[in-house]
């Protein structure tokens, strides 16, 4: 059996699956309830000095048939005393010895940094995560986001915990910032053990358009939110790559964002991460989904015969290149599998309004449209908005040989110098012409 166990910048867990600072572990009751049903290891719901929260709190996007394909929170950090959270940390230590407690952590001065670093040590965490993504309320505060856009006041944050800390510590990112490694860096250099990014991203998910007021609404008025679920996970995925990549970070990276499954767990280790936090699935799911995260995961370690997390992480960055590094001579083109066809020619209107003009209807009088190959630029659409599960497929056409990419066409000096020049676009397929009804109506 492949090994789950993780050591994460120096925090121990019987595997990479933690719950991320949120709702789910806001008291030793749910966190020993997760760790039951088989979760690594917990960030404990931020802790500070304890705030009011508002009701409501919540507001989601949701997509057809799928619930809360995003969601978003106006919650800020922990509203219990801090003396019941750490009370509480010790008590779960005591049960589950093995698994990862880190302590998330937010207030404002060097001396409070110091005291709330020290107390979270006293009560047992293995590790401290420093909350620099928190998008409202808190950041209101000059806490939260505020601290993680601006990469010198959080280098110095990090660097006052560094003063006193005895356990890793962990800094979480905001992408709410042009730049996610500035960020990355900074901790590093004041002193970060790792980062997990992300936290939430700044936003409005709705408006009730009867009322004139935003959800979630509080008393008829609202405020931004936090974004999160399923909805950010390719926001998320980027940056974890980002940061991955860069050399000055070269830190450990906890991965969080949109992730349901044990699919996307892989996804984000494959792309650099080494641990993964997971919110918005529990809220939504509850802490059972781990029965299927672990064996998933682990069937697929099996098969791709990985031993070890360690030896999975960061296997697909080596192929994440700048564009000018990607193969221009590759061709694909698509084909439409008859059989499974249902007619429903959704691929044809995009193709007709929206892409290429490569999709055609058969006048004979069937529903399967066909494709017009000349046209077709292998974008990938009609397969996209395809109700049918591989109906449409992508097939190779060029010779799969000969690679040329735009850096070393550039390099050799074949640069195109005008739109008309051959080297502009290798795809020349004919538009048609707008028909003479259409031209009629809008002569003016
Ligand atoms: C209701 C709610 C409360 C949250 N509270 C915190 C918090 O106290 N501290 C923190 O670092 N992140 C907090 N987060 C952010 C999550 O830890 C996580 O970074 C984010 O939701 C993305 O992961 P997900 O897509 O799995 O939800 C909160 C998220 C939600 C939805």
Redesign the pocket.
Known sequence: MPDLKINFAGIKAPNPFWL????PTNSGYQIMKAFDQGWGGA?W??LGIPVVNVSS??GAVNYRDSRMIG???I????DRPLKDNLREIEEVKKYFPDHAVIA?L?VESRKEWHQIVKDAENAGVDGL?L?F??PHGMCERGMGSAVGQEPEVLKLIVSWVKEVAKTPVIV?LTPNITDITDAGIAARQGGADAI?L???VQSIVGVDIDNFVPYPVVDGKSTNG?Y???A??PI?LNMVKNCAQESEIGIPVSG?????NWRDAVEFILLGASSV???????HYGFGIIREIIPGFESYMKEKGFDSVDEMTGKAVQNVKTWENLNLNYQIVAEINKEKCIGCQLCYIACEDGAHQAIGLSENGTRVPFIIEENCVGCNLCSLVCPVENCISMVRTDDGKKSVTWKERTEAGNIPVSFNDPLAGGLHHTIPEPTAALKKKNTF
């Open positions: 991320a600072s949120a709702p960030v719901k931020t709190r919540y969601f978003n929170n919650e800020l950090i922990t998330s937010m995560e909350n993504g928190c979480k997990s992300i936290n939430t936090g999160c679920g399923p950010v996970k998320a969080i964002g949109g992730i349901e936090q997971v919110c918005t699935a529990v809220m």
